[in-house]
Each structure stands twice: as structure tokens, then as C-alpha cells.
């Protein structure tokens, strides 16, 4: 191995340890925000378990919670990216199903913050 390579390697670890640290260390939420057409239309508590069917005008989605994690298991939008994101628990994070302008969002009334500035 060239010492140039070792160099990237050793830049490569200093830049994804912390990235790796921040990832695993992200809070999980309490609740899940649903919202459609940017409105909230309901908060679901991550803590009980469910299945809960939501419709627009433009098609429906069903979310189901499960051991405080969120995903939506049933859709009638084309490509169902929606299905495939899979569940959700951290906060911040969110499933979204662009065709039906629906969303769901892991939040928490735990204050968190990204930076402090003094």
C-alpha cells in the first residue's frame, strides 16, 4: 500500500466515525405526526400499538404502529415508495407519499437540539 492510500483511509475513518456516532445516537420520537396537504390531521402515539387507515381526494394510505416504530403498510399511489420506505422511529425522520400529498413525521415533546451557539 502507497502511503497516499493510508492518507485516505485515515480521512475517510476521521469523517465517517462521527457521521456513524450522530446516526446511532439520534433520539427516537413519542408521536407521529400524519398530515395531509401539509395540514395535521392526526398525532399517534408511538407507545400504542395500530392500525389507522387515512383518505383524501387523491387515493388512501394506511400507517400501522408498531413497537414504537411508524411505516405505512398499504397504499393505492404508482410505486408505493411510500410501502418501501419501511418503518420509522427517529426523530425528524418521515414517510412520504408525493401522489397523495401525504406524510408522516416522527416527532417528541423532548426538547432536542443541533447546535448551541453562545
Given at each position: 500500500?502507497?502511503?497516499?492510500?493510508?492518507?485516505?483511509?485515515?480521512i475517510a475513518?476521521?469523517?465517517l466515525i462521527p457521521i456513524a456516532l450522530l446516526?446511532?445516537?439520534t433520539k427516537s420520537?413519542?408521536?407521529?405526526l400524519v398530515k395531509s396537504d401539509g395540514q395535521t390531521i392526526d398525532v399517534l402515539d408511538l407507545s400504542v400499538d395500530g392500525t389507522y387507515r387515512y383518505e383524501n381526494k387523491y387515493g388512501f394510505n394506511i400507517v400501522e404502529v408498531r413497537d414504537k416504530n411508524v411505516r405505512v403498510i398499504e397504499?393505492?399511489?404508482?410505486?408505493?415508495?411510500?410501502?418501501?420506505k419501511?418503518?420509522?422511529k427517529r426523530n425528524n425522520e418521515s414517510v412520504i407519499c408525493l401522489p397523495h400529498h401525504f406524510e408522516v413525521i416522527i416527532s417528541?415533546?423532548?426538547e432536542e437540539y443541533d447546535v448551541v451557539v453562545q
Open positions: 500500500m502507497k502511503k497516499s492510500d493510508l492518507i485516505l483511509i485515515a475513518v476521521i469523517i446516526l446511532v445516537n420520537g413519542d408521536k407521529a397504499a393505492d399511489c404508482p410505486g408505493h415508495d411510500c410501502i418501501n419501511g418503518f420509522i417528541s415533546d423532548k
